[in-house]
């Protein structure tokens, strides 16, 4: 009993390790090391809970009754510190998100997360909202695309809408299982949310994928009437994939070559909130994981090679599509980010801001690792609330903006 109460405690202490160094130069660990990170950095409460659970019964069956059970208590205690570092830095989201947010929008009041709620993870459906699933927006490849619409409860009319794209390296992924928390909680703030599916790759070829999203942007504004939704005002979300798809809806407003067929149709984007984006798929600062052009973007994604066709991996590349007319931007990623590296989002920001002619705010979650927002946890809660500060103070920049100018107003007296 002693021998296994330490093997016990070892497997979870490399656990702990591993959340506050997780690998992302080994190929073969590269994922495995992403998950058991991920999954115990934002289930840390939990990871406590079934620790102190199990060192009880380890205790009761005699295990400190020699050596070996005794380092294991000490182990067992050490990674307890860790796991009570990891859930301290998820409570430092809120704060991290107030600072991003600066003066241009402002948080709810703080709610706290009552600790039961907490041992439920998984986002359930909001009793203040309604759900239309597998809507069909088009039909591509031999296929129907679709999308699922969240509304608020009571129906209404000129709602903004939020369009929620789901990542999955572009090979993977489905509208029924991302973006959940935020989807229940806009549409109970009275936006109107679609999660919507895409052609993945290898079947898909960049930029089919982006194809498929300014389809259904287009087609949410023709059939706003049905869904009561505002069409002079769509906004973007989405995580990893889904942030790069997300942020080149919003850079590349009115490129025909991403909208064969339907060249004339509205499909630009009035805000965005890439999170854990993708921003460059050059990979120009060296920071990728092995194999990343080689044996995803190049083969998979785009069938191109980079020697041979480097335009084509920079036109995919957020970095390289910024412009002055680029709408609001909110960035959030991770500092722990070892699939998506929080350095490219940093350059990206920093290329955004030096020519956008609009706002563009940056929140850096410290200890968050990739997918943080998946399951509902002290961190990805103010996260939500701070994407809906963003959308919604981006809604009201927008209507102030779009307000009829007086016909007496003089130059003096115009709004600026």
């Given at each position: 009993?002693?021998w296994?109460?330490?093997?016990a405690?070892?497997?979870?202490?490399?656990?702990?390790?591993?959340?506050f160094?997780?690998?992302?130069s080994?190929?073969?660990l590269?994922?495995?090391?992403?998950l058991?990170?991920?999954?115990?950095?934002e289930?840390?409460?939990?990871?406590l809970?079934?620790?102190a659970?199990?060192?009880w019964?380890?205790v009761e069956?005699?295990?400190?009754?020699?050596?070996?059970?005794?380092?294991?208590?000490g182990?067992?205690?050490?990674?307890?510190?860790?796991?009570?570092i990891l859930?301290?830095?998820?409570?430092?989201a809120?704060?991290?998100?107030e600072?991003?947010?600066?003066?241009?929008?402002?948080?709810e009041?703080?709610r706290?997360?009552?600790w039961l709620?907490?041992?439920?993870p998984v986002?359930?459906?909001?009793?203040?909202t309604?759900h239309?699933?597998?809507?069909?927006y088009g039909?591509?490849?031999?296929?129907?695309?679709?999308?699922?619409?969240?509304?608020p409860e009571?129906?209404?009319r000129?709602r903004?809408a939020v369009?929620?794209?789901?990542?999955?390296?572009?090979?993977?992924?489905?509208?029924r299982?991302?973006?959940?928390?935020?989807?229940?909680?806009l549409?109970?703030h009275?936006?109107v949310?679609?999660?919507?599916?895409?052609?993945?790759?290898p079947?898909?070829?960049?930029?089919d994928?982006?194809?498929?999203?300014?389809?259904a942007?287009?087609?949410?504004?023709?059939?706003a009437?049905d869904?009561g939704?505002?069409p002079?005002f769509?906004?973007v979300?989405?995580?990893s994939a889904?942030g790069?798809?997300?942020?080149?809806a919003?850079?590349t407003?009115?490129?025909p070559r991403?909208?064969?067929?339907?060249?004339d149709?509205d499909a630009?984007?009035?805000?965005?909130?890439?999170?854990?984006?993708?921003?460059?798929l050059c990979d120009?600062?060296?920071?990728?994981?092995?194999?990343?052009?080689?044996?995803?973007?190049g083969?998979?994604?785009l069938?191109?090679?980079?020697?041979?066709?480097p335009?084509?991996f920079?036109?995919a590349s957020?970095?390289?599509r910024?412009?002055?007319?680029?709408?609001?931007f909110?960035?959030?990623?991770?500092?722990r980010d070892t699939?998506?590296?929080?350095?490219?989002a940093?350059?990206?920001?920093?290329?955004?801001?030096?020519?956008?002619?609009?706002?563009?705010?940056?929140?850096e979650m410290?200890?968050?690792?990739?997918a943080?927002d998946?399951?509902?946890?002290?961190?990805?809660?103010p996260?939500?609330?701070?994407?809906?500060?963003f959308?919604?103070?981006?809604l009201?920049?927008?209507?102030?903006?779009?307000?009829?100018?007086?016909?007496s107003?003089?130059?003096?007296t115009?709004?600026?």
């Open positions: 009993m002693p296994l109460f330490l093997g405690t070892l497997v979870g202490l490399g656990f702990t390790l591993n959340a160094v997780p690998m992302s080994r190929r073969r590269f994922i495995p090391s992403f058991m990170s991920w999954l115990t950095i289930l840390a409460a939990h990871h809970a079934w620790q659970i199990a060192t019964v380890f069956l005699g295990a400190l009754d020699r050596w070996p059970g005794k380092v294991a208590l182990v067992s205690v050490a990674q307890w510190i860790g796991l009570v859930l301290a830095q998820g409570r430092r809120r704060e991290q998100m600072h991003a947010l600066g003066d241009f929008a402002r948080l009041p703080d706290k997360i009552h709620r907490l041992l439920m986002p359930v459906r909001s009793a203040h309604r239309i699933a597998n809507i069909v039909r591509a490849a031999g296929r129907e695309q679709k999308l699922d619409i969240f509304l009571q129906a209404g000129g903004p369009v929620q794209i789901h990542g999955g390296a572009w090979v993977i992924g489905d509208k299982n991302q973006g959940l928390p935020l989807l229940h909680h549409a109970a009275g936006w949310c679609f999660n919507v599916n895409y052609r993945l790759s079947a898909a070829t960049f930029p994928h982006l194809v498929d999203i300014k389809r942007i287009a087609w949410i504004r023709e059939h009437d869904y939704v505002d002079t769509v906004a979300t989405g995580g889904g790069h798809l997300a942020t080149l919003a850079l407003e009115g490129d991403y909208q064969p067929g339907f060249e149709a630009s984007v009035q805000a965005c909130a890439p999170i854990y984006g993708v921003y460059d120009r600062l060296g920071i990728r994981s092995p194999g990343y052009i080689s044996r995803l973007i083969p998979i994604v069938k191109a090679f980079y020697e041979e066709e335009e084509r920079r036109d957020p970095i390289d910024v412009h002055a007319h680029a709408p609001p909110l960035v959030v990623h991770g500092d699939l998506s590296p929080l350095e490219d940093r350059l990206f920001v920093e290329r955004l801001l030096e020519v956008s002619e609009s706002p563009v705010l940056f929140a410290a200890g968050a690792q990739h943080f998946v399951l509902l946890s002290p961190r990805s809660a996260v939500v609330e701070g994407v809906v500060a959308f919604e103070a981006a009201e920049q927008h209507r102030r903006s779009s307000e009829p100018i007086p016909v107003a003089t130059p003096e115009v709004p600026r």
